[in-house]
């Protein structure tokens, strides 16, 4: 059974920073394709960052163009964890953040590319 348990979320005010991790379990993710993807109330979830295994241990970084510059994805496949740094947050990044899975590789950005999902973590960012 593979679970994706997401942590770190909270409330910030704007210009904060938060730290989300997600800690994978039930098999070794080393090679997946691991993402974070974030639903607003009243949206549609909607892609944030992804990281995809290129060769080796080099991954390669993707981001959404909201967030590209100011958040970072990073993992550490011995730990099984994937994380989100998120700088200089705005209201607008206010949402329930999810981590996913696949072993599908490459620049996968649309939720049907993903197997596997997390229960989110609320990200709340006040003016």
């Known amino acids: 059974q593979v679970h994706l348990v997401e942590s770190g979320g909270g409330l910030v005010q704007a210009g904060g920073s938060l730290r989300l991790s997600c800690a994978a379990s039930?098999?070794?993710?080393?090679?997946?394709?691991m993402g974070w993807f974030r639903q607003a109330p009243g949206k549609e979830r909607e892609f944030v960052a992804t990281?995809?295994?290129?060769?080796?241990?080099?991954?390669?970084?993707n981001y959404a163009d909201s967030v590209e510059g100011r958040f970072t994805i990073s993992r550490d496949d011995a730990k099984n964890t994937v994380n989100l740094q998120m700088n200089t947050l705005k209201p607008e990044d206010t949402a329930l953040y999810y981590c996913?899975?696949?072993?599908?590789?490459?620049?996968?950005?649309?939720?049907?590319?993903?197997?596997?999902w997390g229960q989110g973590t609320q990200v709340t960012v006040s003016s």
């Open positions: 039930g098999r070794t993710f080393s090679g997946y394709t």
């Open positions: 996913a899975a696949t072993a599908k590789r490459g620049r996968i950005t649309g939720t049907e590319g993903y197997d596997y």
């Open positions: 990281t995809n295994w290129i060769s080796g241990n080099t991954y390669y970084a």
